[in-house]
């Protein structure tokens, strides 16, 4: 029987009412965004839109010391075991789960906004109702999520968005219409040759030029690269060397 928990250096993530396990690109993304808040001014306020498993959230209160970080999950079990997860942690203290929509909630501005959000859009759901909410865009669609996603940002603020290629372009058209612009993009592919898997891009208020980077997940030997590893090896128990 398969563990019902994934085991961080840190933390421990519980995943078994949540219908979004925790992923690789999942853990990326966390430790992206953890590498981009090491480079500046650690953020007072972060909100995590969509929580899930907490597993987000988790990341960026492992490289914070102060900040407070809120989760919000509309499904009321992946709630729950988000809250256990933040109670078992070492950073309980400034982190809080809320079982609510992102539609309905409203207490001020975010320094930095967080989302892995659901983008599968009008294929056929499954009877797993909680996956259907953790997967699918019906409970909040890329339109929604971006009026939300301005009211809620700090003037100074940035939103960093875990995305299918389709999707992305899609949320970055209608980005630059409402004023919210493209910072940085990296181009997530599984091997150096296969096609685009996710992209993960930092949006901020002010407009400035896009820049693009890379990160190769894995290499022909199926170990991970240099540069994805770096984003893993602070969570990660198992040391999986890319130069083996």
Not at 16 to 23: A, L
Not at 172 to 191: C, D, E, F, S
Request: charge should be neutral.
């Amino acid at each position: 029987m398969p563990n019902t928990y994934f085991q961080f250096k840190q933390f421990r993530i519980e995943q078994v009412q949540s219908g979004m396990k925790v992923t690789t690109d999942g853990c990326l993304f966390g430790g992206w965004v953890a590498a981009e808040i090491q480079k500046t001014i650690e953020p007072g306020r972060i909100l995590d839109i969509g929580a899930g498993t907490g597993l987000l959230s988790l990341m960026l209160a492992q490289v914070t010391e102060k900040t407070k970080i809120t989760a919000l999950e509309i499904n009321e079990a992946a709630c729950k075991e988000a809250k256990h997860n933040f109670q078992h942690s070492p950073w309980k203290e400034r982190l809080q789960c809320k079982h609510t929509s992102l539609q309905n909630f409203d207490t001020g501005k975010y320094d930095l906004i967080i989302c892995n959000p659901p983008f599968f859009k009008g294929s056929q759901e499954g009877a797993n109702t909680n996956k259907n909410q953790a997967v699918h865009s019906s409970s909040l669609d890329a339109e929604e999520l971006l009026d939300h996603v301005i009211r809620l940002l700090d003037p100074n603020g940035s939103l960093y968005l875990l995305y299918p290629e389709r999707e992305m372009e899609t949320f970055k058209q209608m980005a630059l219409t409402k004023g919210l612009y493209p910072i940085h993009q990296v181009i997530v592919r599984n091997q150096k040759d296969c096609s685009v898997f996710r992209l993960m891009n930092h949006f901020r208020l002010q407009e400035a030029r896009e820049s693009m980077t890379e990160l190769i997940i894995r290499s022909s030997n199926r170990k991970y690269t240099k540069e994805s590893w770096n984003l893993l090896k602070d969570y990660y128990l198992e040391y999986n060397n890319p130069h083996m």
